[in-house]
């Protein structure tokens, strides 16, 4: 088993520095309820869902069906990620 090292310990051994840290990428924190229209590949038409932030702007967005790999511009945010989990039901399709 392999010893876990903290990075950059004081001469105690207590961690110095923390990693930098940012909530929102690209205005968007994981949870939010989106609606994600795919125009091509193989997850292309609309998902609902909530999504899990990267910093490179693609995102993974779970939906009922499972997860895809979304850009950030081709989301559309409907409710923001405030504590509270709250259910939504399938597209309607016509």
């Given amino acids: ?17 923390a990693r930098a840290r940012q909530k929102r990428h690209h205005g968007f924190a994981t949870g939010d309820l989106f609606h994600a229209s795919i125009p091509r590949g193989k997850w ?8 899990s932030v990267r910093a490179s702007g693609q995102h993974s967005l779970s939906t ?22 709250y259910s939504y039901r399938q597209e309607v399709t016509e």
């Fill in 64 to 85: 009922p069906v499972g997860r895809c790999t979304v850009s950030h511009r081709n989301l559309r945010l409907l409710q923001r990620a405030d504590g509270y989990a």
């Fill in 1 to 17: 088993m392999r010893k876990l090292r903290p990075h950059h310990p004081d001469r105690y051994g207590f961690p110095r520095l």
């Fill in 44 to 51: 292309a038409g609309t998902w609902t869902g909530r999504i």
